[in-house]
């Protein structure tokens, strides 16, 4: 089947249902390697729904009429919300170990929630496009030099890493209004703090600062990250943060149930 297709017809030992998971890396890297072309389907996906987004910011960072091309940018992220849950909603869907079909479930899920996650996905991406900003700034410009600028950046970048997991998470899983979604996240994020802070330095803000202080590896890097980088990094942030969601709202349980009930129907 190659590269990005599974013979699931092929003869083989199987699995036992009652095989306990994998746990901590040996589980990041059996899901990796098993579901390994689609987290690239996906990351392909994701990077075609926001590259007029990043061009038009790239436009404004050159300088072509920043303001109106950065207001532009943001009026292109419209359907970075959706694509975001839909991300979190398939990756999550791996880990439960549920079969799916990328654009199937990527189409339906962003179909269910770009309207009411629009908004957050502008607000995410006003949010990235200004740190890039104010690191680029921390670099040409010596107003903005000095450690208390850096904690700053820094520390904003922590919080909202750790944060929209959750947010995300929210939007794919449970029916519940925006402010009371914001609401819960920021409470589930110093709830379970040591797995939020786990999940966002290794599912993202340390890939960051690598590429601030080692510039030359995020060029010879580019490809690795436009063909899986940012759902590999997705996936281990959802490691450390999937675990007490699921947890909160009895997620794979309550679906598992459900299912077992269609089943018994039928």
């Given at each position: 089947?190659g ?83 839909s ?22 899920k ?53 944060i ?9 899983y ?19 703090l ?6 966002a ?17 995020l ?10 980088g ?37």
């Amino acid at each position: 089947m190659g590269l990005f297709g599974r013979n699931f017809n092929k003869p083989g030992p199987g699995a036992n249902k009652d095989e306990p998971r994998k746990k901590g890396t040996a589980r990041f890297f059996e899901l990796l390697f098993r579901d390994f072309g689609d987290l690239v389907k996906l990351n392909m996906l994701l990077f075609v729904c926001v590259l007029p987004s990043i061009f038009m910011f790239s436009i404004s960072l050159m300088g072509f009429y920043p303001a109106i091309t950065f207001i532009l940018a943001l009026v292109l992220a419209f359907p970075v919300g959706g694509v975001l849950t839909s991300c979190v909603y398939f990756i999550t869907k791996l880990m439960r170990d549920d079969p799916s079909y990328v654009w199937y479930e990527f189409k339906r899920k962003f179909l269910e929630n770009y309207k009411q996650s629009a908004a957050v996905g502008i607000l995410c991406t006003a949010f990235v496009y200004t740190q890039i900003i104010l690191w680029v700034m921390m670099v040409i410009d010596e107003d903005f030099t000095g450690l208390s600028w850096f904690i700053l950046a820094l520390l904003s970048l922590l919080l909202f890493s750790m944060i929209t997991p959750y947010v995300f998470m929210h939007f794919a899983y449970i029916d519940l209004k925006t402010l009371g979604i914001l609401k819960n996240s920021v409470l589930m994020s110093f709830a379970y703090l040591p797995r939020s802070f786990m999940g966002a330095l290794l599912g993202g803000l340390l890939w960051i600062l690598v590429a601030l202080f080692f510039p030359d590896s995020l060029l010879m890097g580019f490809p690795i990250i436009i063909l899986f980088g940012i759902t590999a990094s997705m996936l281990l942030n959802l490691m450390w943060t999937w675990k007490p969601f699921d947890a909160s709202f009895n997620i794979e349980e309550t679906l598992n149930q459900r299912k077992e009930e269609e089943t018994a129907e039928e």
